[in-house]
């Protein structure tokens, strides 16, 4: 340990701590340091907790220059120093129990909150019985019961430092910071944060009455930025509510607020701010890790189609090199083919390098790789991949293609696997209608200048209205085998082509695949 | 074993993977015709067509399996090698139901390909084989079938006079008449080849 860098961190912490302490030593119970809000114990843990155990020390001759600074040391010389050790000491296990129970000082997880809550709340409880102790103990705070000085020193330092270690928590992660800095920067942060100040200033200034039957308006915003802000908002409108509370009881002394009362609802508060911004953090990253597992059932339905794109030129591949070999080993009379042999082989390993070449940029990035494809051709692929559907089933597929129709402008691959989706959809739903011929029909014709329609129609039953939106969406599936993620995957695809998928309404079934072409005609 | 006889017929979409099989099939001495899909192998499919077919599991249409079901229907009895970039267990199943010679995995390995073309040709030498040996057998008339059952349960001469009830000079003809039929040239293969033709289960 460098004597420098110690003394240089003790020369940040210990004005900052003494600061606090003066700036929320308000409300007290008798002289001593019994208050409805303690940051500096959320400053002290976060200090130890970042700094490490050896920051002790520091954190011990600071608590007791406080008491003496800003109370005058009360209890005298023997119990300032006994209540600073017990302070100093219970804060100390508190962030060596964060120490060892948290991952890191981002705050990431529902279950890293609880631990924060639950030793904030714990630690404190103790801290409070060791310090309301020693005080009665000495003879101290007699006019006071020692219940409620106790329970008011507990809610006190809870509230601190569930509102500050969060707070310094966060300024101290760089991905929690880089965090803020976003937030900072949009402009719904700014409208929340004067909403905040607002609401302050009304509970204090703007509204006839006692304060106190207004806080409750402190939860409108609060839930607000909680929910569109997540953790990093909670974190920040938490201490702005403290603040601003802090602030407002300062201007106004001529209200005697109830401390518990206000401790008890700043507790809420906070808690409720904490916990709403967490679930808000843990809902956004189901989501994304949601989407990540659509793109990569996507890429799994891809790779499933690519594969046998891919076995093609391989097969052709070996079977050339098969032919070399015995060519050579037999010094063959054909041995004049061998360049065209070879050849070939490399036109073919170029195919199979193409196909994983996409196979692999699909996996990056999902990106589609557009070319002009002849309507002719997608019209073919529709007809030999509803033969394949069909199989043996007793279902007529028509595919029709209205006249000159451009080469569409799309990533071939990926529309025949919407194809692939809407077509086996098409078919299976002819299986519940009742009677009656079984037929799918496909249509291909121009839509506007640059697109092009391909709609599915089936004999079958259609959509119910309600379905109509919902069968887009994952694990939704009308099938008991489905795994619902085909149409989900094919309006990606669509998109992904700035086109279109859209199932419509009717006594039969029918969706519409828009896709982009080309304008030359 | 008349290889120069047996054709293998090789059915896949890609035009890559026939000329490379065609090549590849030319340098290890079989004759080979290619077709793209399943019914144009159909439409061009003769009785007298023996060999192997190679075709792809996933065809345009019609599936390899399908495909072998078809030429069943149609009396044909050529062996069948499915090939498939899917080689899943649902597939394969499928293919062994239809008696398919073997299912190979594609990208093949070209030993095992060989080894199950030859296996597809052994069986069909040995079915030319047999059905060259009945349409003998039907040429023998009912009295000379008898003689010749008789005569492979090794009997003499004598012993089937006295058990048809006709002399032993007359079972000596209707030998003679039958080894002449046959094509064979003493009584040890006649008595092979009755043992060997005949009706067998599944045919």
């Known amino acids: ?521 | 074993m008349p290889a120069e006889h047996l054709t293998v017929y090789v059915v896949d979409d890609d035009a890559p993977v026939r000329d490379a099989l065609a090549l590849m099939l030319s340098l290890s001495g079989h004759a080979s015709a290619l077709f793209a899909d399943a019914e144009t192998f159909l439409d061009a499919w003769r009785p007298e067509w023996a060999g192997c077919v190679i075709a792809d599991l996933r065809l345009p249409a019609r599936s390899g399996i399908e495909l072998q079901a078809a030429l069943r229907a149609r009396g044909s009895r050529l062996p069948f090698i499915i090939i498939t970039a899917h080689g899943d267990v649902a597939s394969a199943r499928a293919a062994f139901q239809a008696e398919a010679v073997d299912f190979l995995e594609k990208p093949f390995d070209h030993a095992q390909l060989r080894a199950a073309i030859d296996n597809a040709f052994s069986r069909e030498s040995l079915r030319l084989t047999r059905v060259r040996e009945n349409a003998r057998l039907a040429a023998l008339t009912a009295r000379e079938r008898e003689v010749l059952e008789l005569a492979a349960q090794g009997l003499h001469a004598k012993e089937i006079a006295a058990r048809l009830g006709i002399s032993p000079r007359t079972v000596e003809v209707h030998k003679t008449r039958i080894m002449d039929k046959l094509g064979v040239r003493n009584v040890a293969e006649l008595v092979r080849f009755a043992l060997g033709a005949g009706p067998r289960p599944g045919e």
């Open chain 1, 1 to 521: 340990m460098q004597p420098f860098r110690y003394l240089r961190d003790a020369a940040v912490f210990a004005p900052a701590y003494v600061i606090l302490d003066w700036a929320s030593y308000f409300d007290a119970l008798g002289p001593f340091n019994i208050t409805p809000w303690n940051p500096q114990a959320g400053l002290a843990v976060a200090w130890m907790l970042l700094g490490g155990m050896r920051q002790w020390p520091a954190v011990l001759a600071t608590i007791v220059a406080a008491d003496v600074l800003v109370r005058g040391a009360p209890g005298g010389a023997f119990i300032a120093a006994l209540t600073s050790v017990a302070l100093a000491g219970g804060y100390a296990w508190m962030a060596w129990l964060l120490r060892a129970f948290l991952r890191g000082t981002a705050l990431r997880s529902l279950r890293e909150l609880n631990i924060l809550v639950a030793v904030g709340v714990g630690g404190a409880a103790l801290v409070g019985a060791c310090y309301v102790g020693m005080l009665r103990g000495a003879g101290l705070l007699a006019d006071t019961p020692a219940p409620e000085g106790w329970l008011r020193f507990w809610v006190g330092d809870a509230v601190g430092v569930l509102v500050t270690l969060p707070l310094l928590l966060a300024a101290a992660d760089p991905g929690r910071r880089a965090g803020l800095a976003a937030l900072a920067r949009r402009g719904e942060a700014l409208a929340q944060a004067a909403l905040l100040a607002a609401t302050v200033w009304l509970i204090f200034e703007g509204l006839p009455g006692d304060p106190a039957v207004h806080f409750y308006a402190l939860f409108v915003p609060l839930i607000w930025i909680a929910a569109r802000a997540g953790m990093n908002g909670a974190i920040v409108a938490v201490a702005i509510v403290q603040l601003g509370m802090v602030a407002g009881i300062h201007a106004r002394p001529e209200f005697t607020l109830p401390a518990l009362e206000i401790q008890a609802l700043v507790a809420a508060l906070t808690l409720t701010g904490l916990y709403l911004g967490m679930m808000v953090d843990e809902r956004a990253r189901a989501n994304d890790s949601l989407r990540e597992t659509l793109r990569l059932a996507a890429a799994g339905d891809m790779a499933g189609a690519i594969a046998h794109e891919l076995h093609q030129p391989l097969t052709a591949l070996a079977s050339y090199g098969e032919s070399a070999l015995l060519i050579i080993a037999r010094n063959d009379a054909r041995s004049a083919e061998l360049p065209a042999i070879i050849g070939k082989m490399l036109g073919e390993s170029q195919r199979a390098a193409e196909v994983v070449r996409r196979l692999r940029e699909l996996f990056r990035s999902g990106t589609t790789r557009l070319e002009p494809v002849e309507a002719g051709e997608v019209a073919a692929s529709v007809q030999r991949i509803a033969a394949q559907i069909v199989g043996t089933r007793p279902v007529e597929v028509a595919v029709s293609a209205e006249p000159a129709l451009p080469a569409l402008y799309i990533d071939r691959l990926q529309v025949e696997l919407a194809i692939r989706n809407l077509l086996a959809n098409a078919v299976d739903a002819t299986e519940q209608q009742r009677g009656g011929e079984r037929h799918v029909g496909v249509q291909l014709a121009r839509q506007g200048e640059d697109r092009i329609s391909l709609v599915v129609r089936d004999s079958g039953p259609g959509l119910p209205r309600d379905m109509l939106e919902r069968v887009f969406e994952p694990f939704v599936s009308g099938k008991p085998t489905g795994m619902g993620l085909g149409l989900a995957i094919s309006r990606a695809i669509a998109e992904a082509h700035g086109g279109a998928l859209a199932a419509r309404a009717a006594s039969h079934g029918e969706f519409e695949l828009l896709l982009p072409c080309l304008q030359s005609t």
